[in-house]
Every structure is written in structure tokens, then in C-alpha cells.
């Protein structure tokens, strides 16, 4: 395949060095390097509608790249992305986690501070809060990590059937929740304190324990089972 064949570079831009002409994101790449691109052509390969000065407004809107691409789904839809366009931005999401994680396909979650050494990274720069669970085997090796729900800057509901119906889904014995606040204070709310309440007694009821419940903001975490001695 030549680099102009690829589907999602072979959208004509318009280039802003001083180029005499216009070129196909992907034949920009091939004659200058990725590093030659603005941010708004990097925005612009990733979009379906091409319409001169699309990529500026919504990089305008967001006003950073790096903002754009933490942003989740609710806040794409907002600058009028397609659902096409936003899954584009979610896989970028999702290659710089992996690409961070050290080379550990499936790493070893054993303690609150391991959780929180994986998990901070992740959510770091989202605007909005988001819910995911981590389906662990009895040693502690991480089996899935799922998002399971997205809500605003403030909120965000999950149920204990969603929960373990999904860690249940890959044989989970035992499951950690873990959610963000975008305030970057991880202090937990007492609709936090409550869910992490019906979790612990769901995860009893169905023979999967909850491993915790993780709160994340800024650079800091704070972890239930820690703060409630779950381990006494």
C-alpha cells in the first residue's frame, strides 16, 4: 500500500508554510515528515467533511490539540464531529495509552498505588467525567480495561448490574472501578461513597469481590479500600 492509498490521508488540505501548492495530507508526510504538519492538518486528516476552515474552527473551539484529543465523546459531538470522526479521536486515545504503559500487555494491579501508577495516565486532560472497571484474574493481572460510561463535568451514573455484567463477561475474580474527577480533586463525593457501597455488597452477592474503587484527579488518587481499611 503507498502512503497515498491510505483512506484516512487521502483528503487534499491546505497547507500553511509557504508551499506553491496543496498536497494530500499523506503525500505531505511522505515529502516533509509528520513534524511539517500544523495542528489543524493533523485535525483535518481525521475528519470525513472536508470544508475550508473546518479544522481551524474546531481547533479554535477546543482551543489546544492536546484538548481535542482528550476530549470524550459528548464534547466531540458538541463541535459537530460525526460518529465516524469522533471514533478517530478515540483511537488516538487509546494508542498514546498503550504506547505509555512501559510494554506491559497485561500488568499486575496488586495494591492501590499499582492501580493508581496505571490508571493516573489515562485520565489525564480529560474534561469530562468518566466511569470504566478493570476485570482482574485472582492474581491480579489485568484481563480487560473498559470505559463504561462517560457523563458531564461533574457526574456520571453507572449501575452495580452494568458493572459486573461486564467484568463477568471476561471471567473476572475480582473487579476494580475507578473514576475520574476533572476538578483534579479526588476526594470522594457521598454519591461516590454510596456507589462504592452497593458495589462491595453486588460483588459479594455474585462471587466476584470489588478490589476497589479508585477516585482520580490531577496527579492524585485516592483509593477506598485503602481509606477504609478494607484489608483489616
Known amino acids: 500500500m503507498t502512503p497515498t492509498s491510505l483512506p484516512l490521508f487521502d483528503q487534499p488540505i491546505t497547507s500553511t508554510t509557504n508551499q506553491s501548492k496543496s498536497f494530500p495530507v499523506a503525500e505531505t508526510v511522505a515529502l516533509y515528515g509528520p513534524e511539517s504538519l500544523s495542528d489543524a492538518q493533523i485535525i483535518e486528516a481525521m475528519l470525513n467533511r472536508v470544508r475550508p476552515g473546518r479544522a481551524e474552527e474546531i481547533l479554535h473551539q477546543a482551543e489546544s490539540l492536546g484538548r481535542l484529543v482528550a476530549m470524550g465523546p459528548a464534547e466531540l459531538k458538541a463541535l459537530g464531529l460525526t460518529k465516524a470522526e469522533m471514533a478517530r479521536f478515540a483511537i488516538l486515545q487509546e494508542v498514546h495509552r498503550r504506547s505509555t504503559r512501559g510494554g506491559l500487555d497485561r500488568p499486575r494491579i496488586s495494591s492501590p498505588r499499582s492501580a493508581g501508577t496505571y490508571l ?113
Not at 495516565?121 to 473498559?146: C, H, I, S, Y
Not at 462504592?196 to 474503587?213: F, I, N, W
Open 120 to 232: 493516573l495516565p489515562k485520565v489525564q486532560g480529560w474534561t469530562e467525567e468518566r466511569f470504566g472497571m478493570l476485570a482482574l484474574n485472582a492474581k491480579g493481572d489485568l484481563l480487560a480495561d473498559r470505559v463504561l460510561a462517560h457523563g458531564t463535568a461533574t457526574a456520571c451514573l453507572i449501575s452495580p448490574r452494568e458493572f459486573f455484567r461486564e467484568a463477568l463477561r471476561f471471567g473476572a475474580t475480582t473487579a476494580l472501578a475507578w473514576h475520574n474527577h476533572p476538578s483534579g480533586d479526588p476526594t470522594p463525593s457521598r454519591e461516590d461513597m454510596a456507589l462504592t457501597t452497593r458495589l462491595r455488597s453486588a460483588g459479594e452477592s455474585l462471587g466476584v469481590p470489588l478490589a476497589d474503587h479508585m477516585v482520580l484527579g490531577g496527579d492524585r488518587w485516592h483509593s477506598f479500600r485503602a481509606a477504609e481499611g478494607w484489608d483489616r
